[in-house]
């Protein structure tokens, strides 16, 4: 076995693999780059070493760096982890050409899988069955429309290249096409530089259906049985689950024994997922399911299938690298229970799942599970930047039950008492998919989001208690002791009316201005008014609440759900009131991206002066009046929501 290992990632996956690797008393190397210096993967490994700048292509994908830092501390062999070079064949030629091992497939496993169009040739080869289209390398407009006639709309157009639903069009109609393919190859080509696609039968109620396949240098293959990833919003996965539901015993059969042909036809080695798409109009049969692709690493959701047989795939990914045969034999490899992920991420799903940055200023995970079973997977920390250079994944939430319904009730139990404030989340929405009525039946396909999107993914306004609590928070009201607050002091007494005290909260977009009273005991009348109307609540300080207090801010936690208030400081209100145009601030969190003008430039209003880079869209901002520039933020500078950008000379 290894001694040292080198895990060539970032986040949860490179945690998840030291993990277990420093279980079996092997060493870990982590690299980092400067905007992971502070990581939680760096502090987990006996050893870390700088591998460049924040972006990736100066970093996590510099080959050369990565191998140098294998080589400079000793390490024997590489783990990719998934996403970056996992997936590479030239990073796996490297690796192997330098003297080390790559914990994975072999470079020519890999090429055979790498292009869709290729992979679905082989598999034909294979007896695999394969979805109805056209996969050859005719990319004309004319051929590629005759073969959509041919196997009959609807079709759906997808780069032969990459994945994560990039150069991919569904196509009703024949007028449609030539729009449609244009498209899709445009969008092809800037994500992968391959604008080459395929043309393929649109399956009107798809379920995604994949098997965890495994293979050794001995020849052996197992599977370990399937995972349902139908629960999908634009083509990324969003809840998985072990076993699928509706599975019956045939289809089972027929669909791992296809996976065991397919990552044999290519002599895999290590851990792999064949990928299904299956027809769910008529439930699950076994003439209804095609191989849609094959992914040549561990999967981001491997953990619900580690619960479902409790075995270790990253142990062992380790043991197969280092020559070892399967642990296992297919007929002890068994089925136990139900197991569910949900991907925590730093997003906004009323705005169309936008990724979110911030620093994660409170952080709280269960630690129970009642009586199910579960685990976190994470790579962050309290007080953790989400930066806009990587995925924006906080978490996965992974949980086990004896069967489907006490498994699910366990995954709506854990996002409910998550709590995460610094940064918009989607736990909510998380929340309500598992609660939705349709899942819970198990009646899922990729679907299933887009249709209810509206009832999932709206924003809520908290009720009118949990405003007052805000506020009743935001005005130190019940804190005399910690902070010798006169208006404490005073709490009870009256002389001509009770004592009351003013403030201002923000919500959204949305001002409230609440009104204070005390009446002794730890009691207070709180009156707020805003866009929803007048509200008045009666408070005592002493009741439970789930909240975090962060700088300028107040985050309520309620169930799934959570609520920021931003405290508006009545200085700093009145100093901008009177600075007018003189000042633009950040009105979000984010990088700025360039500065189009610097200190002492004349501008004209509306005139663009700086770009932020924000949840990965590029926002411009334009000077607010005529004016002098007197300070201007620094090109690269993260900044908070608020931020000073630019200040104008008074006129």
């Known amino acids: 076995m290894f001694k040292k290992i080198l895990i060539a990632n970032r986040g949860e996956i490179a945690c998840r693999v030291m993990r277990t690797a420093q279980k079996m008393g092997i060493a870990c190397v982590a690299v980092y780059s400067d905007a992971d210096r502070n990581a939680l993967h760096v502090a987990m490994a006996d050893e870390a070493v700088r591998i460049g700048e924040a972006p990736v292509g100066d970093s996590y994908l510099r080959v050369d760096r990565i191998i140098e830092a294998a080589r400079k501390t000793g390490a024997e062999a590489i783990h990719p982890g998934y996403g970056f070079l996992s997936e590479n064949p030239e990073f796996v030629e490297a690796v192997e050409a330098a003297g080390l091992i790559f914990i994975g497939p072999s470079a020519k496993s890999i090429r055979a899988m790498g292009l869709k169009d290729a992979a679905k040739r082989l598999m034909e080869k294979a007896g695999v069955p394969v979805v109805p289209g056209y996969h050859g390398d005719t990319q004309a407009l004319v051929a590629l429309a005759t073969k959509a006639n041919e196997i009959g709309y609807p079709v759906l157009i997808k780069a032969r290249a990459g994945g994560g639903g990039k150069g991919m069009r569904r196509v009703d109609d024949p007028d449609q096409f030539a729009e449609a393919l244009a498209a899709a190859k445009r969008e092809a080509k800037a994500a992968f530089g391959d604008e080459a696609v395929l043309v393929e039968k649109l399956i009107e109620k798809p379920r995604h259906i994949e098997v965890q396949v495994f293979g050794d240098s001995h020849g052996n293959v197992v599977h370990l049985f399937e995972r349902d990833c139908s629960a999908q ?137 009642g009586d199910a079973e579960g685990r976190v997977e994470t790579g962050v920390r309290e007080g953790d930047t989400i930066s806009p250079y990587y995925d924006p994944m906080i978490a996965k939430l992974v949980t086990w039950g004896e069967d489907r319904a006490h498994a699910l009730k366990a995954l709506r139990d854990a996002l409910g008492k998550t709590e995460i404030a610094g940064s918009i989340v989607n736990t909510s929405f998380l929340w309500r998919l598992a609660d939705n009525e349709a899942f819970k039946a198990g009646d899922v396909d990729t679907g299933l989001i887009a249709r209810d999107a509206e009832a999932l993914t709206r924003h809520h306004r908290p009720d009118a208690r949990l405003v007052a609590r805000a506020a009743l928070l935001a005005s130190g009201a019940g804190q005399a002791q910690q902070t010798d607050d006169p208006f404490d002091a005073l709490a009870g007494y009256a002389h001509f009316q009770p004592v009351s005290r003013r403030g201002k909260l923000a919500l959204g977009d949305e001002v409230l201005n609440y009104r ?100 990965k869209m590029e926002h411009t901002m334009n000077a607010p009046r005529d004016g002098e520039i007197a300070e201007i933020v620094d090109e690269g500078a993260q900044v908070s929501d608020g931020t000073l950008l630019v200040r104008f000379h008074e006129e």
């Open 233 to 369: 919003r634009r083509h990324q996965k969003v809840i998985e689950e072990a076993p699928a539901p509706g599975m019956s015993d045939a289809m089972r059969a027929a669909m791992t024994e296809a996976a065991v042909k397919a990552a044999k036809a290519i002599h895999y080695r290590g851990a792999g997922t064949i990928e299904f798409i299956v027809d769910a109009s008529e439930g699950l049969r076994p003439d209804r399911f095609w191989f849609m692709e094959m992914n040549t690493r561990l999967q981001v959701e491997h953990p619900v299938t580690e619960m479902v047989t409790g075995i270790d795939l990253v142990e062992w990914q380790l043991r197969v690298a280092a020559g070892e045969a399967l642990p296992l034999t297919q007929e002890e490899i068994h089925l136990r229970g139900h197991s569910f992920e949900a991907r925590i991420y730093a997003e906004d799903p009323s705005r169309d799942f936008l990724p979110a940055i911030g620093t994660l200023h409170h952080l709280r995970f269960p630690q129970e599970f």
């Open 516 to 615: 204070l009273q005390a009446q002794g005991n730890g009691r207070y009348s709180i009156a707020v008014s805003g866009d929803g109307g007048d509200d008045i609540a009666t408070l005592r300080t002493d009741e439970p609440v789930r909240a975090a207090r962060w700088p300028g801010h107040i985050t309520l936690f309620a169930g799934a759900e959570s609520f920021t208030f931003q405290a508006i400081d009545p200085l700093e209100a009145a100093a901008d009131a009177a600075a007018g145009a003189d000042v633009l601030r950040a009105p979000m969190p984010g990088l700025v991206k360039m500065v189009k003008a610097k200190a002492g430039d004349k501008v004209s209003a509306g005139q663009p002066i700086l770009i932020l880079e924000a949840m």
